[in-house]
């Protein structure tokens, strides 16, 4: 029973997690049109940042600085390169740069922490089991859980009672049309591209309490998150949650089970799900085709 | 014999009705017109006839066969073949090879993974063919994006054309033509079907015109049939009048 | 006339250097095997470019029937034949089938959807091949096995360097008398038709998804035998032969040279392949940045790739 529930628990935070991901790369698909590569790298900066962030700031400090300043780093990309392909319709070229990008950040990161995986430290009262019995419950894992709810949560309120919110999801169903009112489009895509950003940094610091830092962990990351988009439906910030939810608790579980099918079975239930439902689960006719 | 026949057919999106139990027909060798305000379905009727959505219930009979259930392809090999009210081409291609296509569809080798030095030869001449039929052979090399609008529409029909069509479906064929391209157009669907003999469908907003060749008209409004007829009949029901000419002059 | 007057002398120009590479290619600095090597990326690039450049699919699992077409020839030359052109067969075989059957599950699908199933499915064999040990040799790889001499009646060749060359380059010539001839026919008017418009061609009474699956299958075929040869080049099957990277590898070959041009990913292997050399023994450990770099330049400046520029200024000229 207990290990059910153990494995239940790590897919769920692995679900929260791919949800994280998912949401943030779905706003910038959306609205950016850009398929993006270098998502799982963006999240590894997050990462790293905290990490050398957090002797300073500690990890609260890190928590909230890590994610901002990948997201200037965002802005800063979407400035000076993503920004060149939003006239294109042919969506391999976004696919290109961004995996360009995703090789140029793993070997920064690389140049710059080491090869090697390192620690990162987490506060002592977040670390310490809940419950005796469910020893797996472990306060950092709720806080994980929680912080990704909270931060969905936020998001999602933003989506739909802010002005600029509201712009984005405007724009996300038409944006020629909220060109033609007088939405100011190149600011909106850029704050949206730091916000899908930010969120994968956010992703990234919570991961490192969980997962030792190394500088190709976003490379599995970024394929999940993609399979989470699929699962979902392109273009459904709901759908890109549900899907991620659904990867990551199917992997929690089938890594108990059958460890082998592990890194496996995301991509079956894409396909199965793609088959019966070929835009995704609440994907829309025509968009992203 | 009538060519095509609509039973009451309708289509809902979500709970919008676009077309609500609506029964047509066209017979063989006509030329029939459809006409109604925007939005009243006209463009609908085409989607359903010519497989681009299916209908939400009702029977549509193609040649005294029932194609609800067929697909897209499978109805134009029927000889049900149609244009788009927003020119559908192949935009980087030649006007020449845009035609090729369709010949080498209508004679069944569009999965031919080798060519072939006689069927290349028939398929030329058919391409020229019709490139000459629809005055199109002086731009037969230059790519169909570099043509003016009026041109690529004619385009759009000589590749209809290539399927010999049974019956034509077209939607608006004059939609943003000047004077002078309407009334090529207009002579090009005129020699259609009296030198060929192809029954014609087609949509259109031109009242003179409709008017002008239409041998029968259907007029169509909030997703019903409002009247069908001769011209001189649908110009006299009141309620077309009243709906949609502006009341009686 | 004219036009095609410069295609028949640019093609004989290509098969002429082809042909000589062995002499000229080492007075430059390059050696033989390399030139294997981009001869096996162009010919799997260029079969991608059937789907990418002439069908409009957008496909980003072409390492799969690649890395299938490796696993097969190995698998072949340890457990069943002592040929290499038989081994060259069965891996070729292994991918055009793999694609044969897979793509009856991607046809349908377009854009965005299509390029994350083919994802998928690559995903998937390249996590079975690291994980069947027993067959696939897991993560190190599949090895003992090496390319055996070919026999021809009393004559035996064996496949050192520049015999093997030139056994690369005559399948890279069937490989791409297939593409052209599949080209040049209605089947490959067809793929260039759903690539402008596929509710035209629809509309025109072609059954699109059965010529997608036609294109996909034979992207895979031709895939397979680059494959093979890469695993008789390498001596060696690796699983990430399979992985995702690798099938970006192949778009960025084929978007490099072109992919609106059939020799485009022959010119943009060259730079690739030749590049990735280059500059991994000049900063071994930063290659990636470099070839990051390169992805980026290309696309930001060069979308048309190499020969698509050549074919702008050509004509303008």
């Known amino acids: ?289 | ?249 | 006339m004219k036009g095609r007057a410069r295609t028949i002398v640019a093609t004989l120009v290509i098969w002429a250097l082809l042909l000589t590479v062995p002499a000229w290619l080492p007075e430059i600095g390059g050696y033989t095997a390399l030139a294997s090597r981009i001869l096996i990326y162009a010919l799997c690039a260029m079969a991608l470019n059937i789907l990418l450049g002439y069908t409009g699919m957008m496909s980003f699992g072409q390492a799969a029937y690649f890395g299938l077409g490796g696993y097969g020839a190995g698998l072949a030359l340890i457990h069943l034949t002592h040929s290499t052109w038989l081994a060259v067969v069965a891996g070729t075989l292994l991918g055009g089938l793999a694609a044969l059957l897979l793509g009856a599950l991607v046809m349908r699908s377009r854009g965005i959807y299509f390029a994350m199933i083919t994802v998928a499915i690559g995903q998937i064999l390249y996590f079975a091949a690291e994980r069947w040990d027993s067959i696939t040799g897991g993560q190190d790889g599949l090895t003992g096995f090496s390319r055996q001499p070919l026999r021809f009646g009393h004559l035996t060749v064996p496949l050192s360097d520049v015999p093997f060359y030139y056994f690369v380059l005559f399948w890279f010539a069937i490989g791409v008398a297939v593409l052209a001839i599949l080209l040049s026919s209605p089947l490959g008017h067809t793929f260039v038709a759903i690539r402008e418009n596929r509710r035209r061609a629809a509309f025109l009474g072609i059954n699109v998804s059965r010529y997608v699956w036609a294109s996909f299958a034979v992207a895979g075929l031709v895939a397979g035998l680059s494959g093979s040869l890469n695993a008789l080049l390498n001596n060696f099957v690796s699983p990430a032969d399979l992985y995702w990277v690798q099938s970006g590898n192949f778009v960025i070959i084929a978007v490099l040279g072109g992919m609106r041009s059939f020799w485009g990913p022959l010119v943009g292997a060259i730079i690739f392949i030749g590049f990735q050399n280059y500059v991994s023994s000049v900063l071994p450990n930063n290659w990636e940045t470099v070839i990051g770099i390169l992805f980026i330049v290309i696309v930001l400046f060069f979308p048309s790739g190499i020969l698509g520029i050549a074919r702008r200024r050509a004509r303008i000229v």
Not at chain 1, 119 to 138: E, G, H, K, Q
Request: hydrophobic share 50%; glycine share 12%; aromatic share 8%.
């Open chain 2, 1 to 249: 014999m009538s060519l095509l026949r609509l039973e009451n057919v309708s289509r809902k999106f979500g709970s919008l009705v676009a077309l609500d139990q609506i029964s047509l027909e066209v017979a063989a060798g006509e030329l029939s017109a459809v006409i109604g305000p925007n939005g009243a379905g006209k463009t609908t009727l085409f989607n359903l006839i010519s497989g681009f959505v299916p209908a939400t219930t009702g029977e549509i009979w193609f040649d005294g066969q029932p194609i609800n259930r067929l697909s897209a392809p499978d109805r134009v090999a029927l000889g049900l073949v149609r244009t788009f009210q927003i020119t559908e081409i192949f935009p980087e291609l030649t006007v020449s090879e845009n035609v090729r296509i369709g010949v080498e569809a209508e004679a069944g080798c569009s999965g031919s993974p080798w060519p072939n030095r006689r069927r290349t030869g028939e398929i030329r001449a058919r391409v020229q063919e019709l490139l000459d039929q629809t005055g199109l052979s002086s731009q037969s090399s230059r790519t169909v994006n570099e043509l003016a609008h009026g041109d690529q529409r004619v385009v759009e029909v000589a590749m209809a054309l290539s399927r010999r069509p049974k019956l034509l479906m077209l939607d608006e064929p004059t939609a943003g033509m000047g004077e002078e391209e309407t009334d090529r157009m207009v002579e090009l669907i005129r020699h259609l079907h009296t030198r060929q003999g192809v029954s014609i469908l087609f949509i259109e907003h031109d009242m003179d015109l409709v008017f002008g060749i239409a041998q029968r008209i259907t007029v169509f409004n909030y997703g019903k049939v409002l009247a069908a007829g001769a011209p001189v009949d649908v110009a006299a029901n009141p309620l077309v009048q009243a709906a949609y000419l502006g009341g009686p002059q």
């Open chain 1, 1 to 289: 029973m207990e290990l059910v529930l153990f494995d239940g628990f790590n897919g769920l935070i692995q679900g929260a997690f791919y949800a994280l991901m998912a949401l943030g790369l779905s706003l910038i698909i959306s609205l950016n049109a850009v398929i993006n590569f270098a998502h799982g790298g963006f999240m590894v900066i997050g990462a790293y940042l905290a990490f050398t962030l957090e002797p300073y700031l500690g990890f609260w400090g890190a928590l909230v600085v890590g994610p901002v300043l990948a997201g200037i780093i965002g802005i800063l990309v979407e400035r000076l390169l993503v920004r060149r392909l939003y006239g294109r319709s042919d969506p391999v070229y976004s696919l290109l740069l961004t995996f360009g990008l995703a090789l140029i950040i793993e070997d920064s990161v690389r140049s710059i922490w080491g090869a090697q995986g390192v620690p990162f430290a987490i506060p002592a009262a977040l670390n310490s089991p809940l419950s005796s019995t469910y020893f797996f419950v472990t306060g950092y894992r709720v806080f994980v859980v929680g912080a990704i709810v909270l931060a969905t949560s936020a998001l999602f309120a933003f989506l739909r009672f802010s002005s600029f919110g509201v712009r984005i999801r405007a724009g996300i169903l038409d944006l020629e049309t909220v060109s033609a009112l007088g939405v100011n489009v190149y600011l909106l895509r850029a704050v949206n591209f730091a916000i899908g950003i930010m969120l994968a940094g956010f992703a990234g610091v919570l991961a490192a309490g969980v997962l030792q830092l190394s500088p190709t962990m976003g490379n599995d990351v970024i394929m999940a998150t993609f399979v989470a988009i699929v699962v979902g439906g392109i273009g459904s910030l709901l759908g890109s949650v549900l899907g991620g939810l659904i990867i990551g608790v199917a992997a929690g579980v089938t890594s108990a089970y059958a460890p082998v099918a592990s890194d496996v079975v995301i991509y079956v239930i894409m396909a199965a799900v793609l088959l019966v439902r070929p835009r995704g689960l609440l994907g829309q006719e025509g968009l992203f085709e």
